[in-house]
């Protein structure tokens, strides 16, 4: 493909990508959550007269109310809209046109679409800030900073841990998401816990190796367990097995019970991006190791922490370089760009190949 | 049925069911009401910083917009749904741990649910105070709360009133409620007017005898209007009647005409808890009798003061003494432990017998 | 017809017809308005404590989302639905039953309904202001404020100004709303740019040719641009069209292009009400002349000084004069008078006509 580069700079910074924070402003925000978590009243009257925009363009009922709860405990106020049956949309609009004038409306623009791709998309028009809440299979940046903020608070560091992943590792952008953000940190080593069938995709396992992050791969979450710093539970898809047979004789592998449990470390920490199907069993839930509704929690802490710091803090300017080709080809049928035809035609070089500016996915050939 | 006694104390105070509260407490809750509605402006940021969720699993526009209302006039914020549909109710979550995590987003949770005992079921595992907006065809305690406010503030006193009931008696929550509430009061008299099919239960008959308070049952509320102080209307759906040919015959004896009313005291107050079908006519609305939209005015004061009481207030610790059973053998089909098999098998003891602890119902046989 | 005269006054002011409001009153609504854009932080207190509704008995994200951030902005809070479907309308409830209870909740109440008529319906028995914010293809005052506003911080003035008029004029109510508030000023004058077949009505030349104001009729955007100081597209439905054939042979006449912009002034405005489909090319969003998406912003400002001067302001007091009929009769089948039988009754002498009080149509003959 050929095109000319056309170099973006934005007056407010977005967080569409984890990358777009450098590893220095990731630690802060985490500081932030944490100062946050220890001193709510002091932040709370820190964005009065702010306006934050859920735009929900699919229903997830937890992130939208965390990043509404999170603008509400800074004193800052909240507009929106869950129920795309119930906007302009049916009209006929297209999804840059709505939030370049919800941005209008709004401080911080929060939003979430079935498409990928969509969170960049509205980057390009709006009159504010942007957060990624989850661009179908591909981003949701914020669930990683959940992870690392509950991770840095209840182990106290975020180096030298030995994190099992467990479930459905092939599917899992949080899983994805976790390995790359985790294995820039130094001394961490994973187990990969999943059936070949659903093992950690090739890009994933060559961010470990490019780190020089250690991993191994095995079937057993009951052997892999004792040696475990970090359980990070994941929901597996009846319909994400290789066939009937092997969910049958698979599936119990990978729940974790109270009798699985018992052989993890007193200090185990349990994770899971909820919501739990029945991944995990119920009497779980009263072990002390069940973090996973804290996890929630501090889900909140790390969205105050994020709106703040777009909001008030002062970050270093972003500018992103994109290529601008004659016409969209991305490849992958679920793009935004498949949708919206109006959309510029940007692409990025990456490591060497060309890859669409939305949804990081190759050109056609 | 056998199983061990738990008793569990609640760090925050709950409104499940209005016997929750004492005597006391709950005319200090209208005290309270009184005072916010005389000067308003001295609790308007009596909430500033905290966090209303109300999560409505079935539609309830008027009682959702009343809590909500309740909030924001306090200077709280308000997060929530109205659309199930919406939820991750839709991912296959159960109601417990949607209700977990998002009363870790909040200080205090309103649920709305089809199912009896989903509130109660929600207060088990919540992080903060659970408020009971209706389930099923159990609870709805706040209802009440706006009917006992309306009567002391626009009868000066809750003793020595004549009471009409009219209408729907057999299956209305709304009137069981009031009864229970009303005839601890001293002096108070009912009557009753419906058809022999749409007769009070004898169960809630029980409540007016063990208190010894007065009543008796007729058929024509235009025979008993003069003698009430109190006239209380409720809904007759077509549906509810023995027969369309009884529907036929029957159907305008309960309705409340300018001509009905024209017999009745000066000072006799009309209310309904809404929404008004054709029950009452159009005309009557603008009698000075007719207290059904001031009474929802009412409703919402009586809501900040229970925000207030809860989130404010030091009430005296609550316990709850389940017995723990084997399994759940709830005799009610309708009961939140048919969806939800995780929730705690617990039963309570009322006088001599064994009810669901969740809905109130017999066990199976 | 016959029928008594009925005076009503209101204690406080309603926006449900921008007639409501003297070009006095208009006028200083501007210039707060334009005060507030440029001092927010003046007002950002201003209704604390104050709640606004929002009823949308059906969606408009826009219009809802600007309301509630005008609100918000001014420090009060807001409550309502976006959805018919979730409300006690399903449960049967009238109207205006509706709208009277959520009115002693809140402190201003904003309605959308797609019948005909529906404002005025809920004012009639409000405990507190009422906006108009579209009720069916009647009226959309605050529309028209917003293009006012628009218009007289863009061009400096509303006076003197030639304005096209583009597309489908027969059924738009934004460009008859506008040609009667901009006919009110001296000097301005209008090109009707539109096929014969979606001209203007003639009860809209009407009101040009009443206030003296100059216009002509053309068919050819390209040719008028030139002359224009202010561009006002609309869009137009395929289904408006007299016939397929016209539509593909006059389609894209109507739609407003690079090349076709490039005709006109360099200070031309380019206005739209938007949702906009294709009638602008996407590439001309990027020209400075393109004021749409900031007519939406100016949209929010608007609706700012209209909440803070019915909740804050001291207007002179209105009274309307009905008279009042034996029973509805109105010859428009949208009207809410024919879904709403219980509404009282009334009319009004327009220019020595009987008009419906409500949605401005002629009664049955």
Redesign the interface.
Known sequence: MTGCAITLSYPRRNLIDLSDFSAEEVNALLALAADIKKN??AY?DAC??R?M?TLFYE????TQ??F??AM??L?G?V?????P????V????CLT??T???S???DVLVIRHPKEGAARAASL?SKCSVVNAGDGGHLHPTQTLTDLLTLSQEKGRLTGLTIGLCGDLKNGRTVHSLIRAMSAYPGNRFILISTPYLALPDYSKAVLEASGCAYEEVSSLEEAIPQLDVLYMTRIQKERFESEEAYRQEKDVYILTKEKLEKGKQDLLVLHP????DEIS?EV?DDPRAMY??Q??YG?YVRMALVYTLLLGTPAPLTDTFIKAPAHTCSNPNCITRSEP?LPHYYVMETGSEQCAYCSHAPLR
């Not at 049956?85 to 302009?88: D, F, L, R, T």
């Open positions: 709510p009243a709370q009065r007269g306006v925009a229903p997830s009922t937890r109310l965390s509404q709860t509400l405990r004193g106020s507009i929106g809209f869950d129920n049956g119930n906007s302009s049916s009209k006929g609009e046109d709505t370049t004038i919800v209008g409306y709004s028009k909820l919501p739990r199907v119920y839930d509704f804290d929630a929690v909140m109006n």
